[in-house]
């Protein structure tokens, strides 16, 4: 089975900084490309990142531009989102994907 679990979220105030994670499981990590997505209270699901198999190229969403970055480590199979410069509007559950499979998420709240 495929298992993703995003951890890092929290309570930060605007301007700051958070660093999530995902470890990942029951799949080839090294080879899959992965992504964050995020969904507010009320509103669809947004893409945010994508990061392909050997790491070299990486895509994002215009709203998170310059501010967050997605990386990942082959070696302990986890996904990482840094975010910085955050924003209220960041507010939201973030979740790993990986094709069509999306792990239990983990919560950013913006706000001072």
């Known amino acids: 089975d495929v298992q993703l679990q995003a951890s890092g979220g929290g309570l930060v105030q605007p301007g700051g900084s958070l660093k999530l994670s995902c470890v990942a499981s029951?799949?080839?990590?090294?080879?899959?490309?992965m992504s964050w997505v995020r969904q507010a209270p009320g509103k669809s699901q947004e893409w945010i990142a994508t990061?392909?198999?050997?790491?070299?190229?990486?895509i994002y969403a215009e709203s998170v531009k310059g501010r967050f970055t997605i990386s990942r480590d082959t070696a302990v199979n986890t996904l990482y989102l840094q975010m910085n410069s955050l924003k209220p509007e960041d507010t939201a559950m973030y979740y790993c994907?990986?094709?069509?499979?999306r792990g239990q998420g983990t919560q950013v709240t913006v706000s001072s």
């Open positions: 994907t990986q094709e069509t499979n």
């Open positions: 029951g799949f080839s990590f090294r080879t899959a490309p």
């Open positions: 990061i392909y198999a050997n790491g070299a190229r990486t």
